[in-house]
């Protein structure tokens, strides 16, 4: 990895349209879940209110049983998932809310009924007024944090740094939430709290590495204009884009050992974790692999574009 050199800015077209492919059909599963659950994304019991029941029923039952029984009972449209707990077969599952006893214990009965003796390891309501307040309160930590951003790294570097490592944190935010929606549509995904605090979470993770680059850059750019030689012995002037293509490839090798510990370490949480982490640990698998692709492939070209833009600008006649 030492010696390896990648002409990254000189494919950036091919970098950009990847994540073209990737972000729009996410952008779809966007307006598609706006058009059927009238959200962004497929909400969950945190944002909707609901019952989280968790049953351990005394013989093996699976999920179409489950969901079956719930079907019947008037609690069309729940999502049930299977856990282990201390080695014993565990059923999660998420209703509409439950308002009474009475209902609980028609609930119990059917399951009773059609799937045996079980025991009640927890039974929890989330109230529908949490939802406000939490969407509320993760869209302003991601309008505040935006914020933030835009004016430390313009202090630090400069507003057109500043403007790319935003627009490379915006694909992040859209490739995850894409996913997610297309996820919803498919197999029924929800997201919770859970899920904006993986959102921020790879927002920080991805402009720590987008600020890397940028630093090296910042350190190179004083090279600007000096003497280099290419595959050919043939000496030229480096321009912008040859100063940020060797400041990425300095850099490459700590981004993607730094990233592939990460990923090492969410892999092994979501194969061997809890359920009810999983899609907490998923959405953070796929941030932090995005974040990843948009520091490296992304940002630094283009801020390379956008310098050259403005030297075109800048050479036009009045």
């Given at each position: 990895m030492k010696n390896l050199h990648v002409d990254i800015v000189k494919y950036r077209k091919i970098w950009i349209g990847i994540s073209l492919a990737i972000t729009i059909p996410g952008i779809i599963g966007i307006l598609l879940c706006l058009m059927q659950f009238h959200a962004p994304?497929?909400?969950?019991?945190?944002?909707?209110?609901?019952?989280?029941?968790?049953?351990?029923?005394e013989k093996p039952v699976t999920l179409d049983e489950v969901r079956q029984v719930l079907d019947k009972a008037g609690f069309e449209g729940s999502q049930v998932q299977q856990a282990d707990i201390s080695g014993n077969q565990a059923m999660v599952m998420r209703t509409r809310a439950i308002?009474?006893?009475?209902?609980?214990?028609?609930?119990?009965?059917?399951?009773?009924?059609?799937?045996?003796?079980?025991?009640?390891?927890?039974?929890?309501?989330?109230?529908?007024?949490?939802?406000?307040?939490?969407l509320t309160a993760g869209l302003v930590a991601l309008i505040v944090t935006f914020a933030m951003m835009v004016a430390y790294i313009s202090y630090r570097f400069m507003f057109d740094y500043a403007i790319c490592a935003i627009i490379a944190l915006v694909h992040d935010v859209l490739v995850l939430c894409g996913v997610f929606a297309i996820l919803g549509l498919v197999i029924g995904t929800e997201v919770d709290s859970l899920f904006i605090s993986a959102v921020l979470t790879v927002i920080g993770f991805s402009v720590h590495d987008t600020i890397v680059?940028?630093?090296?850059?910042?350190?190179?750019?004083?090279?600007?204009?000096?003497?280099?030689?290419n595959a050919k012995g043939e000496e030229y002037r480096k321009t912008f884009g040859d100063i940020a293509n060797d400041s990425i490839n300095q850099t490459l090798a700590r981004s993607l050992y730094t990233s592939l510990t990460v990923i090492i370490t969410l892999s092994a949480l979501?194969?061997?974790?809890?359920?009810?982490?999983?899609?907490?640990?998923?959405?953070?698998?796929?941030?932090?692999?995005?974040?990843?692709?948009?520091?490296?492939f992304n940002a630094s070209c283009l801020l390379v574009w956008w310098r050259e833009l403005k030297a075109t600008h800048r050479l036009k006649p009045a």
């Open positions: 994304l497929k909400p969950g019991i945190d944002f909707t209110g609901g019952s989280i029941l968790q049953y351990q029923f308002e009474s006893e009475e209902e609980k214990h028609k609930l119990d009965d059917a399951l009773q009924a059609s799937l045996g003796n079980f025991k009640a390891l927890s039974v929890d309501k989330v109230s529908a007024m949490v939802g406000p307040e939490l680059v940028f630093d090296r850059i910042r350190e190179n750019v004083k090279y600007v204009g000096s003497k280099g030689t979501y194969f061997l974790g809890g359920v009810t982490t999983k899609d907490f640990v998923l959405a953070m698998l796929i941030g932090i692999i995005s974040g990843t692709y948009s520091s490296i």
